[in-house]
């Protein structure tokens, strides 16, 4: 148990709805990242949030946004979806602002987009 | 373009069999090089970070080295629990954040 939790677990959903994923980073942790995992494009990173600021921005879509909140959590907001949206989305969290620092990862949601 | 190249994509090894992984990069300049295990349907899982050509880190069965363009995770004497995907990622040195780029990971079966 790496002590980053997320939910829900699974999500199954429609195309062009709108769904919201949410992570606790482990206690003391600053920094929150998002990935996506597919089958065919690996992990790939999103976003990252340090400290409630936006710190880096990967290949994340418009209709895909986050945010970090004073407590520390974050939540992804997937708008509009699409089947192509059907993955593993990961959250991961580190002590510091992410220079070297190791990230844990937490157990995922699986979203479905039917 | 940055990029991770891991091989083989998939490695069925029989117990006790030992070999490696490998994981090749290509970027500007390297901070850190990350390993991690990942089972399935569950997040992945640190297991070492290597940041200059030489360095060397073990755990168990497990030991990671590091060359100037790849990185090598050597597996000892395999137990059929040492079956997980394993991946590589890289930190940029010019990123001042915590952005990784992950390698596509090699499927390890170890058989009984």
């Known amino acids: 148990d790496s002590g980053v939790t997320q939910t829900p677990k699974h999500l199954i959903t429609a195309t062009g709805q709108r769904v919201t994923l949410r992570c606790s980073p482990r206690?003391?942790?600053?920094?929150v990242y998002w990935y996506q995992q597919s089958l065919d494009q690996g992990l790939q990173f999103l976003i990252q949030?340090?400290?409630?600021?936006?710190?880096a921005k990967g290949n994340i879509l418009e209709r895909f946004s986050a945010q970090q909140f004073p407590d520390l959590h974050s939540e992804l907001n997937l708008s509009s979806l699409e089947l192509g949206d059907s993955a593993l989305y990961f959250c991961?969290?580190?002590?510091?602002?992410?220079?070297?620092?190791?990230?844990?990862f937490g157990p995922g949601t699986r979203l479905t987009v039917l | 373009e940055d990029q991770v190249t891991q091989s083989p994509e998939a490695l069925r090894l029989q117990e006790g069999e030992s070999s490696s992984l490998n994981c090749s990069y290509t970027v500007s300049g390297l901070r850190g090089l990350f390993w991690y295990r990942q089972d399935p349907g569950k997040g992945p899982e640190f297991l070492f970070t290597l940041y200059s050509a030489g360095e060397e880190k073990e755990k168990e069965r497990l030991k990671a080295t590091l060359t100037k363009k790849e990185s090598f995770l050597h597996i000892t004497a395999p137990k059929p629990e040492d079956s997980a995907t394993y991946l590589c990622a890289v930190q940029e040195r010019s990123s001042n954040t915590g952005k990784l780029i992950f390698g596509q990971g090699t499927t390890l079966q170890v058989k009984p």
């Open positions: 991961a969290s580190s002590v510091g602002g992410g220079i070297t620092d190791t990230q844990y």
């Open positions: 949030y340090y400290n409630g600021e936006e710190r």
């Open positions: 206690s003391g942790d600053l920094s």
